[in-house]
């Protein structure tokens, strides 16, 4: 196994991209990683390269997740590529990307693989953290560029695009199609977006499913998404993963008969469209009634002044676990929070605590630290 370190810079980008191309036709694979990712070194050990890779696999994502337990997704050369075509094909044919998000996730590394089969050469907005005005100018040779012209964000990217405005928003709105995963995308960021002319397809999926498998509620055509009876999605398809590294009882725990079962919550709708309604583990359960934090955490980001809302359940010795939210916000009142989701969702899921912050802790491409939201609140 072939490991890529990635220090923000275009030589290391071009290098992991000629990489993954020789891994698709069938050499050795490729396990990326962040060299500034404190956890970097524990991942590579977790990921033994010395030993021999598990059969038909190009890349290796590594992650610690939500549990911070290091795991390795197995994905094969027909995963990847059926993924890129797939979403090339939504998407209206394949075209010219910005590669604006790190590569060493799934996200990132899915741009490098579309441009590739596309047979265009990618652009790289390189360096550390995220700059509007850096992204208009790795954006501008795209741009430059006939035919579709896309790149994928993380909701807190396009956050900053619709702030700041100036050359990094006109470079936004001229992209033919922004693909929006890593996090959900809330009604009131989707309308931002379609006010300013910003053309945004948000999109679910996860490492398993070879980045973004459902894009604007549908799913990618060769993708089946079913929830059980517990509302626990499940996912088929050739962009599925084939395993985690090294862990044969994790992978017969989450992928069974060609579907992968996934940490999260969500439906059908009667137009065909799948809602995600939450992770799996974020229901709360406060004085035996059970609560959504997503569906929470929609409410609070829809009022007036909020940016973001994180929602968890604490310990508490009357109610067992006690709603309470952290907040970014430039003016808001708390009682009008904490109204505003009684009206809409009653008076067992109003947050008990009200908090605000600044920004929320991240990990990974832009989702929220619920586990580091956890602890702050609990300290406070």
Same mark, same amino acid.
Not at 7 to 13: C, H, R
Not at 210 to 228: K, M, Q, T
Not at 249 to 269: M, Y
């Given at each position: 196994?072939?490991?890529?370190?990635?220090?923000?810079?275009?030589?290391?980008?071009?290098?992991?991209?000629?990489?993954?191309?020789?891994?698709?036709?069938?050499?050795?694979?490729? =396990?990326? =990683?962040?060299?500034?990712?404190?956890?970097?070194?524990?991942?590579?050990?977790?990921?033994?390269?010395?030993?021999?890779?598990?059969?038909?696999?190009?890349?290796?994502?590594?992650?610690?997740?939500?549990?911070?337990?290091?795991?390795?997704?197995?994905?094969?050369?027909?995963?990847?590529?059926?993924?890129?075509?797939?979403?090339?094909?939504?998407?209206?044919?394949?075209?010219?990307?910005? =590669?604006?998000?790190?590569?060493?996730?799934?996200?990132?590394?899915?741009?490098?693989?579309?441009?590739?089969?596309?047979?265009?050469?990618?652009?790289?907005?390189?360096?550390?953290?995220?700059?509007?005005?850096?992204?208009?100018?790795?954006?501008?040779?795209?741009?430059?560029?006939?035919?579709?012209?896309?790149?994928?964000?993380?909701?807190?990217?396009?956050?900053?695009?619709?702030?700041?405005?100036?050359?990094?928003?006109?470079?936004?709105?001229?992209?033919?199609?922004?693909?929006?995963?890593?996090?959900?995308?809330?009604?009131?960021?989707?309308?931002?977006?379609?006010?300013?002319?910003?053309?945004?397809?948000?999109?679910?999926?996860?490492?398993?499913?070879?980045?973004?498998?459902?894009?604007?509620?549908?799913?990618?055509?060769?993708?089946?998404?079913?929830?059980?009876?517990?509302?626990?999605?499940?996912?088929?398809?050739?962009?599925?993963?084939?395993?985690?590294?090294?862990?044969?009882?994790?992978?017969?725990?989450?992928?069974?008969?060609?579907?992968?079962?996934?940490?999260?919550?969500?439906?059908?709708?009667?137009?065909?469209?799948?809602?995600?309604?939450?992770?799996?583990?974020?229901?709360?359960?406060?004085?035996?009634?059970?609560?959504?934090?997503?569906?929470?955490?929609?409410?609070?980001?829809?009022?007036?002044?909020?940016?973001?809302?994180?929602?968890?359940?604490?310990?508490?010795?009357?109610?067992?676990?006690?709603?309470?939210?952290?907040?970014?916000?430039?003016?808001?009142?708390?009682?009008?929070?904490?109204?505003?989701?009684?009206?809409?969702?009653?008076?067992?899921?109003?947050?008990?605590?009200?908090?605000?912050?600044?920004?929320?802790?991240?990990?990974?491409?832009?989702?929220?630290?619920?586990?580091?939201?956890?602890?702050?609140?609990?300290?406070?």
């Amino acid at each position: 196994m072939r490991v890529v370190w990635l220090d923000g810079s275009a030589a290391a980008i071009a290098a992991l991209d000629e990489a993954v191309a020789a891994a698709l036709d069938g050499g050795e694979a490729v =396990l990326p =990683l962040n060299a500034a990712d404190p956890s970097a070194q524990s991942l590579l050990e977790a990921m033994s390269p010395e030993q021999a890779i598990e059969p038909d696999t190009a890349v290796v994502i590594a992650t610690s997740g939500s549990t911070g337990a290091p795991k390795g997704v197995l994905l094969s050369p027909h995963a990847l590529t059926a993924s890129a075509t797939a979403t090339h094909a939504r998407l209206g044919g394949p075209g010219h990307w910005l =590669l604006a998000t790190p590569a060493h996730y799934i996200g990132g590394l899915q741009v490098l693989i579309r441009a590739r089969l596309a047979g265009t050469k990618p652009a790289f907005l390189t360096g550390e953290g995220f700059r509007t005005d850096a992204f208009a100018v790795a954006a501008a040779p795209v741009l430059a560029e006939a035919g579709p012209r896309y790149t994928a964000l993380v909701p807190t990217q396009l956050v900053r695009l619709l702030d700041d405005g100036g050359a990094g928003l006109a470079a936004a709105k001229a992209f033919d199609g922004i693909v929006l995963g890593a996090a959900a995308t809330s009604p009131k960021l989707r309308a931002r977006a379609h006010e300013a002319g910003v053309r945004i397809v948000p999109a679910y999926g996860m490492s398993e499913t070879a980045s973004g498998c459902v894009y604007d509620g549908l799913p990618l055509d060769g993708v089946r998404v079913e929830p059980d009876a517990s509302e626990r999605l499940w996912i088929a398809g050739d962009v599925l993963a084939h395993g985690y590294r090294l862990s044969p009882e994790l992978t017969a725990e989450s992928f069974r008969d060609g579907w992968f079962r996934t940490s999260d919550r969500g439906r059908l709708l009667p137009d065909g469209r799948v809602e995600v309604l939450g992770r799996a583990d974020d229901v709360i359960n406060t004085g035996g009634v059970k609560v959504s934090a997503a569906a929470v955490e929609r409410v609070l980001g829809g009022c007036p002044g909020v940016r973001d809302a994180c929602v968890v359940g604490l310990p508490d010795p009357e109610w067992g676990e006690a709603v309470v939210a952290l907040v970014v916000a430039g003016q808001a009142d708390p009682d009008g929070l904490r109204a505003a989701v009684r009206a809409e969702l009653g008076a067992a899921a109003t947050p008990k605590r009200v908090e605000f912050t600044a920004e929320l802790p991240l990990r990974g491409p832009g989702k929220i630290d619920r586990t580091a939201v956890r602890h702050h609140l609990a300290a406070t």
